[in-house]
């Protein structure tokens, strides 16, 4: 789902692109703020990661809603679905994204450490 939605409106070709729409999405399912499940010191800095590899996509989030409601919202949108940004919607919504998915190997780590310990390249962030 998530995953759907980044790969539809990713600015970034080839590799990087699907590996940073595969990250995102599944980091998008844990329970903490994504830039922190990332391992980003702040949201400004998420901000920046999606507007330079997901343009499209972060140029619809007008009113600066957090990533994680606002992918929420666009899922819902694009389904036609009406929008109930509850916490009691989130995390059904977080449930229907956990339920049958694998985990990869390395957790969908970046490759040059696990994301909570490790700074990102900044090439990848602005």
Not at 31 to 58: S, V
Not at 84 to 113: I, T
Request: charged share 30%; net charge positive; with cysteine.
């Amino acid at each position: 789902m998530v995953r759907g939605l980044l790969m539809a409106q990713r600015s970034t070709e080839g590799d990087v692109g699907r590996w940073l729409a595969a990250m995102i999405a599944r980091r998008s399912m844990e329970p903490n703020h994504l830039c922190e499940d990332l391992g980003l010191r702040e949201r400004p800095e998420l901000t920046r990661l999606l507007t330079r590899h997901f343009a499209l996509l972060a140029s619809r989030n007008t009113r600066n809603m957090k990533w994680k409601r606002f992918f929420y919202r666009m899922l819902c949108e694009d389904d036609g679905h009406v929008h109930d940004a509850g916490v009691h919607a989130m995390q059904r919504f977080c449930h229907l994204l956990r339920r049958g998915k694998r985990r990869k190997p390395n957790g969908g780590a970046p490759p040059w450490g696990d994301a909570a310990g490790s700074t990102w390249p900044e090439s990848f962030i602005s």
